[in-house]
């Protein structure tokens, strides 16, 4: 995370106050991700086939860090420190995305940029739990609402945020918000698997407001995140697993008669 905002810096001109305070805030979230609770392996049909089957039994230890329960606790106030509090004028183009933005990741962030400046106020609709795990599957998403609602709000070219938006783009949602686009990412790899997504957006394309924007991260997606997490995780045990080993048969090859005498 420290490298993919060092490069954002460099592409984007960050400040260096704000640099420093976006450290700040990773290091903070890598220690309580640190002393989370339980880890629950993503399904192997979502994120590769033969997961389960490929695992190494870990003793119970292994795998709870801590039986504290974490859960965020939402509030308005909470909410208010990471949006703008912007409200759209009657000069504003307002600009309409929506999606799950779940993991978020850079080509969330490099969506929303672009999509803003296709107007003058960037509307972005995110999905709740429920629909979300209906359309993808009962692991997803990993982040729930309110996770991806502070997320999205923290991102410097969102306006406002619609929590819980509907999955169907609709006039009424259209008219109610004055929308002027709705955009949606496009030439993305899943889209492949996502051809049914077009319907959500029929309202928007006969209302001649639809535009889509091609992805500059086609290959990114929360399934590749997820897949690097898990090779990491198994690079790590692995090489744990091997550290233990020769560390014991260094141990058991020291005897009393090597040791040095106390005097």
């Known amino acids: ?16 106050a704000d640099v420093e305070r976006l450290r700040s805030q990773i290091s903070n979230a890598v220690a309580v991700a640190n002393a ?23 003793l119970e230890s292994q ?15 909470r909410i208010r420190e990471f949006s703008s509090a912007k409200m759209p004028s ?7 995305v929506c999606g799950t933005f779940d993991m978020f990741h850079v080509g969330h962030a490099q969506f929303l940029k672009e999509a803003r400046e296709l107007g003058t106020f960037l509307l972005v609709g995110i999905h709740d739990d429920v629909s979300v795990s209906g359309a993808k599957g009962p692991s997803f998403p990993i982040m729930n609402l309110n996770e ?13 945020v619609i929590i819980g938006a509907p999955r169907q783009v609709t006039e009424d949602l259209i008219k109610t918000w004055d929308i002027h686009v709705v955009v949606k990412g496009a030439q993305h790899k899943r889209d492949a698997i ?9 309202v928007a394309k006969n209302l001649g407001v639809y535009k ?17 997490i898990i ?33």
């Open 36 to 58: 989370s609770t339980v880890e629950e392996a993503p399904s192997s049909e979502k994120v590769g086939e033969g997961y389960e089957q490929n695992q190494a039994p870990m």
């Open 90 to 96: 009657p000069e504003d183009r307002v600009v309409y």
């Open 194 to 202: 996502s051809l049914h997504e077009g319907e959500r957006f029929r």
């Open 231 to 263: 090779s990491d995780r198994e690079t790590y045990l692995t090489h744990n697993r091997d550290r233990a080993k020769r560390e014991d048969v260094y141990y058991d090859s020291k005897s009393t008669s090597n040791s040095p005498l106390e005097t």
């Open 63 to 77: 795998v709870l860090r801590t039986k504290t329960p974490v859960q965020l606790l939402a509030s308005t106030r």
């Open 1 to 16: 995370a420290l490298d993919t905002l060092s490069e954002l810096q460099k592409t984007y001109n960050i400040a260096a």
């Open 148 to 160: 991806r609602v502070l997320n999205v709000c923290a991102c410097k070219w969102v306006d406002e």
């Open 212 to 228: 889509e924007v091609p992805s500059k991260w086609p290959e990114l997606c929360l399934e590749t995140v997820v897949q690097r």
